[in-house]
């Protein structure tokens, strides 16, 4: 899998260009390859008048590459002027710290980006846009030519956000070239005067901002043809299972959630990373508590507090970083795929091997698992097999809502298929499935129905094969045309 | 196969060596009696190792395992000095050892609080407390609790019997309850465990209790083969339990190791000053040459996972 496949991207001097594309279209590689974090396997770069392979994060820096992420860098315990000090000079081990000097210094740089911090203020009292300030200032004391902003609003409250917007304007007066990434196209119909837009890796074009309208901006963003080899529904899916009234969490930052699903029927839920879909099925299954509202499963009330309550009533959660909190890839794939279920499979919490081992060989042998056995361990499988091993786990324990966070991310495209089919398949079986996923077409391709959420609530409910156009639309929310 | 076992074939391998450099140089190490003092002496501490390594394999450690010991051989024997009768004696080491073992759990699984600072903390209080109490003097125990009241040899039969009955069945529930499973899974991923409905919490908890109580029967072990009970009984008994499962291949990461390795791992560790001994070679090598086997058994683990760094 390519992340990148022949980008070319150019900045000039004294200018903001947007980067733009979905989740996964390739904006974060690019940026590594920018700072130095990735080196690329084939092309050039060109800053200034070097030209050069690749690029160390060290070089990077020293040609005047800043970078400011969404997740400030800085060093929680020291406080701003020696933060902004440590990141400017790198002091030498044994040379005596000028407290005064480096204060000024602080001083001079906070006011030049307008934010009314202390220079004395220990970081980790700072907010996170105060924090997002601090490393801007960092990056205007460094001199940088090439200053990268990767979503700096996403925290931000609206009079930050213009403060920044200011910051943003004046850096380009002064030359600097600035790459500003953003899911808000209004913020780069405000700010960008060219926008590069990243669609799987490759670029669909650079075009001049004020050349484009919303809409076709969007269009770019999504492009491609839903492709028609999604395993189609069949029948009409049976009674309600789960249904949502008014559900909410401050913790996760859902609100006023309202959702049906029913037995044999796939919702997807599609939305941009930080939307609130992970965070909802965290709710469902027990790992945040909900503040209000109700969970019906069933058309019986409940309460979820932990997960094995929740797998008590037959739920499934397949999550969706299967590395961190999947598979475990020391565990032979026998274990994996039985550790959900050891009260049900083994009364009395005996192991017995050999039911434990046939299980196993099952689901090897029904969702084609490519493995040596049931004791290899996870970690020899490929990502879609450990995919496999994670819905695997979760099949065993019988449930009646099989939760899919981000099933096929980082999938290759073969295995991706057989999954959809799976999946498909155990909808027909009469599993009611409620599959997350940032990957459109999937969404609009796998889906019986839609719910679009943004900012922690549901804008629109879709039918499946809804246009992906509206779906974005919902996404980012634009008012884009009349919404189901 | 063997490279799942490798850590346990190298150290049985290196076991071999040398009690075969023993049984060719000096045959009179293989003498019973001596050997089966030896032994007996030695079987407190496995039973404490068995504590010890769960709590490792769980990815915690606990360094007032000692503490907790001397504690308990204490709280043992001022029950037996009062005159009650040995199974009381045992039951109130056991229960001390639990509950030292449960305020250990208590601060790390619900406070989150590291283990390593919270034990730290604990050994030194257990420690103290005991000194204040005790003042350092030693306890002469009444006639009927050395050997359980039996002929020396009984006595040793019963504490060798039970070591090994326990480190059995301790194995075995490892392998074979769906409760060993859960320690491995949670000392692998805590958060994948908890999303498959284990409760590490509980489980944390659950192995610092049993590791205190196995603490208070080694305790036990220990005092019945003496007629005093010494205020100081665990000192550095945390460091050997310790050292021996990291020798026997127990991933001080957690999620790694059994305790058939272990078991070598302590007798390699603890052969080492009576095979100098017999070797008339001068006592105070032991200490280095064992720092010698940790410091190999960590780089050997140091570069298994520098290997697998690399392909993943």
Known sequence: MRALKGVSFDLAAGEVHALLGENGAGKST?????????????????????????????????????????????????????????????????????????????????????????????????????????????????????????????????????????????????????????????????????????????????????????????????????????????????????????????????????????????VGMAGLVGAGRTELARILFGITPADSGEILLGGKAVKMHSPREAIAQGIAYVPEDRRRHGVILEMPIAHNITMAVHPRLFPGTWLRKKSETSLAEDFIRDLGIKTYGPEAPGGSLSGGNQQKVSVSRWLATKPKLLILDEPT????????????????????????????????????????????????????????????????????GQSGREVA | MMRKYSREIIVAIALILLMLALAAYAPAYFDPQPLLSRFTSQAPALVAAIGITLVIIIRQIDISIGAQFSMCAVVAGVAAAAGMPLPVAVLAAVLTGAVMGAFNGLLVAWLGLPSIVVTLATMVTWNEALRLWQQGRLMNLPAGIQWFGLSQSAGQGIVIGLSVVLLIAFAWGMRNLALGRYVYATGTDAEAARLAGINPRWMTFGVFVLTGALAGLAAVLNMVQSPQVQPNAGDGLELKVIAAAVVGGVAITGGRGNLWGVLLGLLLLVNVNPALTYFHQPPYWERAIQGLVILLAVVADGLQRGKKVKHA
């Not at chain 1, 600035?178 to 926008?195: M, N, Q």
């Not at chain 1, 959809?420 to 009469?430: S, T, V």
């Open chain 1, 30 to 266: 690019l940026i590594k390859v920018i700072t130095g974090a990735h080196s690329p396997d084939e092309g050039t770069l060109k800053v200034g008048d070097e030209t050069l392979r690749s690029l160390t994060p060290a070089h990077a820096r020293a040609l005047g590459i800043a970078c400011i992420y969404q997740q400030p860098a800085l060093f929680p315990d020291l406080t701003v002027a020696e933060n902004i000090g440590l990141r400017l000079k790198k002091p030498k081990p044994f040379s005596v710290v000028k407290r005064g000097s480096q204060r000024q210094m602080a001083i001079d740089l906070l006011k030049r980006v307008g934010a009314e911090i202390s220079p004395d203020a220990e970081v980790r009292e700072l907010s996170m846009p105060e924090q997002q300030l601090v490393e801007i200032a960092c990056a205007l004391g460094s001199g940088a030519k090439i200053v990268i902003m990767d979503e700096p609003t996403a925290s931000l409250t609206q009079k930050e956000q213009h403060l920044l917007f200011g910051v943003v304007k004046d850096l380009r007066a002064s030359g600097v070239g600035v790459v500003y990434i953003s899911h808000r196209l209004e913020e780069i119909f405000a700010l960008a005067d060219r926008v590069t837009v990243l669609r799987d890796g490759e670029s669909v074009g650079t075009h001049a901002v004020k050349d484009l309208t919303e809409s076709a901006m969007i269009k770019l963003m999504v492009g491609r043809e839903v492709a028609t080899l999604y395993p189609p529904a069949e029948g009409e899916p049976g009674e309600t299972v789960l249904s949502l009234k008014g559900l909410s969490c401050a913790e996760g930052g859902v609100q006023g959630i309202n959702l049906e699903v029913r037995a044999g029927e796939i």
């Open chain 1, 409 to 476: 991310q980082g999938v290759d495209v073969g295995a991706k298929s057989e999954i959809h089919r799976i999946i498909r398949g155990l909808a027909k079986e009469g599993l009611a499935v409620l599959m997350i996923s940032s990957d459109l077409p999937e969404v609009l391709g796998m889906s019986d129905r839609i719910a679009v959420m943004r900012g922690g609530t549901i804008t629109a409910v879709l039918p499946g094969g809804a246009d992906a156009h509206d779906v974005m639309a919902a996404a980012l």
